[in-house]
């Protein structure tokens, strides 16, 4: 008989286990717990539901219970796992019964972090973390017709949130503890956000601590905040999220400072046949050459996929990340990789920094847009340590670039010559990378302070 593999967590990380498993290992018995009623739900596309360039929930499941169930998953939603006991290798269910398991993978994710705000828990302010969520608030805003919203937090979900209520017409702000938004870009770059927020009528207010949400009269809501008070008929928190580690804790599994779960190459916790993937666990930065917690999508999908393919019975390991990222906000692409200039020196690095301003395309053609490039490369070896780039075209793919480039360990000597597929409405013949791989190692060689910030 084979083994029982029970998955705790139905997203991307838990469903990607058990399509692997079951690809691999026909015998093993395989069990995915799932708390809420979806699995396989793609998170990444809601902000673009809400917004209504998508229409139907449904076009963000991957794959149903019952698609798993004809390949001989047993699935089971609306059931949560509240405890294991390891010594006798079974998991407690909230329906009050007991499932055995030979091996156990946690990919229970993170929860979004709700301060502790008087007001905070009434009908109309919302987390996004979860389709449930993407659902009530395109639900409520139809139902409440809002006309306006505040989003609490100006993170990459706070960003993209901000141009999906603008799509759906409602008066919207971003409000923020932080000087700025998106704090892992550049201040010149994060201007550049903040003006594309402000052409379509989005303020975003800095330094502003919410105090607490009260009722208001002809608006929902009325929000204090130590820069007075703002109306609202929705609110958004968009201000962090904590990994969910009770079960690992319970188990005792070592965990990281973040709290994430500690993995090694091959996605094992430090217990025996107990693997965890996505959100909830850590994952290994080929740049910082540390473990660290960035609870995105894709990497979800292949920590799952690399678990899937060690429990089913090969062997792989998932070497780590660059740190690659993006997002759209109106019309802007703002995308980044690898580390910053505190982190490289947090690593042991010495850091030097560029920003260059290009045409993304040849200049005479029309529609030429200009695409912001910093590079952060290592002054003792010229090596490139990471990338931040923003513009309306190009960013995203000079990203992805500089990812290759960062995952290869290049310098920037042969970074500067890179060879590329030119041609006008694609690129300059001495494309931005070129440029400002180029002028950082200049700098470098004059001993120019460049652009840090430290
Ligand atoms: C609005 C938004 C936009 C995003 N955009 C991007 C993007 O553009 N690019 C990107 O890379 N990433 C993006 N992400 C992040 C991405 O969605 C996550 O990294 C990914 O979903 C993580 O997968 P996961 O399997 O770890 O967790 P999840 O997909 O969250 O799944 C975890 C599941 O575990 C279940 N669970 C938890 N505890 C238990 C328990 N005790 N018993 C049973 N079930 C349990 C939960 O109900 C949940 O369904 C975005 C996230 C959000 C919220």
């Known amino acids: 008989m084979g083994k029982n593999l029970v998955i705790i967590g139905g997203g991307a990380g838990g469903a990607s286990i058990a399509a692997e498993v079951r690809r691999r290992d026909p015998a093993m ?61 079974s998991v407690a269910l909230s329906d009050g019964t007991a499932l055995p398991y030979d091996v156990l993978a946690l990919a229970t994710s993170t929860d979004a972090f709700v301060p502790p705000i008087p007001g905070v828990d009434q009908e109309g302010v919302f987390t996004l973390k979860r389709l449930p969520d993407a659902i009530a608030i395109k639900h409520y805003i139809e139902k409440e ?48 956000i903040v003006e594309e927020m402000e052409r379509h009528d989005v303020p975003f207010l800095p330094d502003t601590k919410t105090i607490a949400i009260e009722k208001g009269r002809e608006f929902r809501f009325r929000l204090n905040t130590n820069r007075g008070e703002m109306n609202a008929d929705l609110i958004i ?4 999220i904590r990994p969910v580690n009770n079960l690992a804790k319970d188990l005792g599994l070592e965990t990281g400072k973040t709290g994430a779960v500690r993995v090694n190459f091959a996605q094992r916790t430090s217990k025996e046949n107990i693997y965890a993937v996505g959100d909830c666990c850590e994952v290994y930065h080929l740049v910082s050459r540390k473990w ?53 020196l947090e690593s042991g690095y010495s850091p030097a920094c560029t920003i260059v301003w290009e045409d993304s395309i040849v200049g005479a053609m ?39 480039a960062l995952t290869a360990g290049m310098g920037l000597q042969d970074i500067g010559y890179l060879d590329f597929a030119y041609a006008p409405p694609f690129s300059p013949a001495w494309d931005p990378i070129h440029v400002a791989a180029q002028q950082l190692l200049r700098q470098m060689q004059s001993n120019a302070v460049g652009a840090c910030n430290l």
Request: proline residues 4%.
């Open 237 to 240: 928190m968009a201000v962090g």
């Open 145 to 192: 017709q809002c006309r306006k919203a505040v989003i609490v937090g100006g993170g990459f979900i706070g960003m993209e949130m901000c141009e999906a209520l603008r799509m759906r017409g409602i008066d919207t702000r971003v409000i923020d503890l932080a000087p700025r938004p998106v704090m892992r870009w550049d201040p010149e770059f994060t201007r550049a």
């Open 292 to 344: 660290v917690h960035i609870p995105l999508g894709d990497i979800a999908n292949k920590q799952g996929r690399v678990a899937g393919i060690n429990i089913g019975g090969d062997s792989m390991i998932f070497p780590g990340i660059v740190g690659a990222q993006s997002f759209r906000i109106f019309n802007l692409e703002v995308a980044a990789t690898g580390i910053d200039e505190r982190e490289a």
């Open 29 to 89: 018995s395989v069990t995915m717990i799932e708390a809420g009623n979806f699995v396989s739900t793609a998170a990444c596309p809601m902000p673009y539901y809400i917004g209504d360039l998508i229409k139907d929930e449904n076009n963000l499941i991957a794959r149903t219970p019952e698609k798993f169930r004809e390949t001989g998953v047993d699935v089971r939603i609306n059931t949560r796992v509240d405890g294991i006991d390891a010594a006798k290798g």
């Open 366 to 404: 029309p529609d030429a847009k200009r695409v912001g490039i910093k590079l952060v490369a290592d002054r003792s070896t010229a090596k490139l340590l990471g990338a931040q780039t923003v513009g309306e075209t190009g960013a995203v793919s000079r990203i992805n670039t500089l990812s290759c």
